[in-house]
Nanobody, 120 residues
Framework: QVQLVESGGGLVQAGGSLRLSCAASGRIFSIKVVGWYRQAPGKQRELVATITAPGTTNYADSVKGRFTISRDSALNKNTVYLQMNSLKPEDTAVYFC????????????WGKGTLVTVSS
């Protein structure tokens, strides 16, 4: 089992920045990929960025050049960050952290989300 807790959301003006954190606990050494997803009102959940255990990153086209996913460099590597710069009103959404495990089924765990609101 893995528990994920997001933090760092809030209200920011367009052009501003926020840093989201995803703190993981439990079987963290079995996590294969950690991702940030977001869901805007009335829309489907979409991928924002991912980082693999070795550190490879991937971004949605809509956030490339503005968002950066990273993880802490401590030995336990249990926190993943999403630095969001040049925020736009269309970035407004609930942001969720996801962990996909390295087991046979690719088990997924989700956090409860953190709300980001970007005002124009």
């Amino acid at each position: 089992q893995v528990q994920l807790v997001e933090s760092g959301g809030g209200l920011v003006q367009a052009g501003g920045s926020l840093r989201l954190s995803c703190a993981a606990s439990g079987r963290i050494f079995s996590i294969k990929v950690v991702g940030w997803y977001r869901q805007a009102p009335g829309k489907q959940r979409e991928l924002v960025a991912t980082i693999t255990a070795p550190g490879t990153t991937n971004y949605a086209d809509s956030v490339k050049g503005r968002f950066t996913i990273s993880r802490d460099s401590a030995l336990n590597k249990n926190t993943v960050y999403l630095q969001m710069n040049s925020l736009k009103p269309e970035d407004t959404a609930v942001y969720f952290c996801n962990a996909r495990m390295d087991d046979y089924f690719g088990t997924n765990y989700w956090g409860k989300g953190t709300l980001v609101t970007v005002s124009s």
